[in-house]
T-cell receptor
């Protein structure tokens, strides 16, 4: 069985400061891991994915995430927040290329001017 | 590719009416998912198909909900009869085993049941 825990339901940062959204997972198999972003009244868009290649994964809009097997974590970071980053972010685990993925509950990122 | 296509984008109906939501997945994808999103319950997986066959419908809330996938390029989610608590955004997504099952989401259908 697999599970995903997003450790913060809400994160608030000031524009220009770093962003850290935390995600821990559990999986019986070697997982693929994803981060999706959902802007208000929009669908979900893939930010980045880890599929057993490089452990540091770079995504769109300056985001990156590091897969740490020993810590079972896949935290999302960005060096400098922009107002347009305000959205909901979902961490997702897919074990062993199974059909069904497990979504975290989401983290709402607020960016203050 | 045009991505995952959903129709209608918005639907407003009255309680008791039948509602049909439609989805066209990305060509070549072998998985199709239906999700529901509300403020109260977040994002919920309702049902998913593999090669047009329903695999897991444990998320379908009641017998009022049904989903079909008659071919690889089309799926429907039907609610009959609809109730106000069914008001939500319904997303369709598709994925491929060959792409590590990254899910591609449609824009969603916003359903309002009065």
């Amino acid at each position: 069985a697999q599970s995903v825990t997003q450790l913060d339901s809400h994160v608030s940062v000031s524009e220009g400061t770093p962003v850290l959204l935390r995600c821990n997972y559990s999986s019986s198999y070697s997982p693929s891991l994803f981060w999706y972003v959902q802007h208000p009244n929009k669908g979900l868009q893939l930010l980045l994915k880890y599929t057993s290649a490089a452990t540091l994964v770079k995504g769109i809009n300056g985001f990156e995430a590091e897969f740490k097997k020993s810590e079972t974590s896949f935290h999302l970071t960005k060096p400098s927040a922009h107002m347009s980053d305000a959205a909901e972010y979902f961490c997702v685990v897919n074990p062993n290329n199974a059909g069904k993925s497990t979504f975290g509950d989401g983290t709402t990122l607020t960016v203050k001017p | 590719d045009a991505g995952v296509i959903q129709s209608p984008r918005h639907e407003v109906t009255e309680m008791g009416q039948e509602v049909t939501l439609r989805c066209k997945p990305i060509s070549g994808h072998d998985y199709l998912f239906w999700y529901r999103q509300t403020m109260m319950r977040g994002l919920e997986l309702l049902i998913y198909f593999n090669n047009n066959v329903p695999i897991d419908d444990s998320g379908m809330p009641e017998d009022r909900f049904s989903a079909k996938m008659p071919n690889a390029s089309f799926s429907t989610l039907k609610i009959q009869p609809s109730e106000p608590r069914d008001s939500a955004v319904y997303f369709c997504a598709s994925s491929s085993f060959l792409l590590a099952n990254e899910q591609f989401f449609g824009p969603g259908t916003r359903l309002t049941v009065l």
